[in-house]
């Protein structure tokens, strides 16, 4: 990406934290999704434990937005399940699945077992190269990543720049209270296996139930140091391109 173009997105976040960094959630949001500085933009959920607080927001102001759904062969049925079931609650039109590219998974990953040999390149190839390349029609993204996830987002600004596009973040500020009240409010339907003690839902190989009390997201990736899939790195680049 040339420098300058770089810059451009960069300022331009700079600007858009300056003026909503503590506005309420609707407010960023409704500025994601008309604002012209931002351009065309798409959400991307996980349909997890907690994104239908996220999803409900965006059918409030605008159900037609594209939302990409990263189906990467290895999520649970319940996933894919309550996936249509909060789509046609909620009227979202533009639910668009996202499959990783067959060529690749012939290639790296033709016994399904890559997640336990080099989960890092399994996230490439099933998470954020689809992801990137879906998102190329598109000027940001919409995320509900949260600051008290995990220490990697505790800085995390509401309107950021990666791999070139803005990274918006309504919920930055949300606490897991503020989640659970917005979704007992208005009557939202749980992902079915938040009941059965998956408090943050991933892929099925790489992801177990929580204790009460441990962190909601220890179940991820439990036992290794990776805590994130790869699509949130920052510095830039999205998946590692020299190895898929
Ligand atoms: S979460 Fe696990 S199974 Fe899913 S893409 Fe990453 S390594 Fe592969």
């Given at each position: 990406?040339?420098?300058?173009?770089?810059?451009?997105?960069?300022a331009?976040?700079?600007?858009?934290?300056?003026?909503?960094?503590?506005?309420?959630?609707?407010?960023?949001?409704?500025?994601?999704l008309?604002?012209?500085?931002?351009?065309?933009?798409?959400?991307?959920?996980?349909?997890g434990a907690?994104?239908?607080?996220?999803?409900?927001?965006?059918?409030?102001l605008?159900?037609?937005?594209?939302?990409l759904?990263?189906?990467?062969?290895m999520?649970?049925?319940?996933?894919?399940?309550?996936?249509?079931?909060?789509?046609?609650?909620l009227?979202?039109?533009?639910?668009?699945v996202?499959?990783?590219?067959?060529?690749?998974l012939f290639?790296?990953?033709?016994?399904g077992?890559?997640?336990?040999?080099?989960?890092?390149?399994?996230?490439?190839?099933?998470?954020a190269?689809?992801?990137?390349l879906?998102?190329?029609?598109?000027?940001?993204?919409i995320?509900?990543?949260?600051?008290?996830?995990?220490?990697d987002?505790?800085?995390?600004?509401v309107?950021?720049?990666?791999?070139?596009?803005?990274?918006?973040?309504?919920?930055?500020?949300?606490?897991?209270?503020?989640?659970?009240d917005?979704?007992?409010r208005?009557?939202?339907?749980?992902?079915?296996?938040?009941?059965?003690g998956?408090?943050?839902?991933?892929?099925?190989p790489?992801?177990?139930?929580?204790?009460?009390?441990?962190?909601?997201?220890?179940?991820?990736w439990?036992?290794?140091?990776?805590?994130?899939?790869?699509i949130?790195?920052?510095?830039?680049?999205?998946?590692p391109?020299?190895?898929?």
């Amino acid at each position: 990406m040339p420098l300058d173009t770089h810059a451009l997105v960069a300022a331009r976040a700079a600007s858009l934290n300056a003026a909503l960094a503590d506005a309420p959630s609707e407010t960023i949001l409704d500025t994601a999704l008309r604002n012209a500085a931002v351009g065309d933009v798409a959400m991307v959920s996980s349909f997890g434990a907690e994104s239908v607080v996220l999803l409900h927001l965006l059918s409030q102001l605008a159900p037609d937005t594209p939302v990409l759904f990263l189906e990467t062969g290895m999520l649970f049925p319940e996933t894919l399940a309550y996936q249509r079931e909060v789509a046609e609650k909620l009227g979202l039109t533009r639910v668009k699945v996202i499959c990783p590219d067959p060529t690749d998974l012939f290639l790296h990953d033709p016994e399904g077992d890559l997640h336990g040999r080099d989960p890092d390149t399994c996230c490439a190839i099933r998470k954020a190269k689809p992801l990137e390349l879906a998102l190329q029609p598109f000027d940001g993204w919409i995320t509900g990543r949260k600051r008290h996830q995990t220490g990697d987002r505790v800085a995390m600004q509401v309107f950021e720049v990666e791999a070139g596009k803005l990274r918006i973040n309504p919920l930055a500020g949300w606490t897991p209270r503020d989640m659970a009240d917005h979704m007992a409010r208005h009557d939202l339907p749980r992902h079915p296996l938040v009941a059965q003690g998956f408090a943050s839902l991933g892929c099925a190989p790489c992801t177990t139930r929580v204790a009460p009390g441990e962190d909601p997201r220890a179940g991820r990736w439990r036992g290794r140091e990776k805590t994130e899939c790869g699509i949130h790195f920052a510095g830039g680049r999205v998946w590692p391109a020299g190895k898929v």
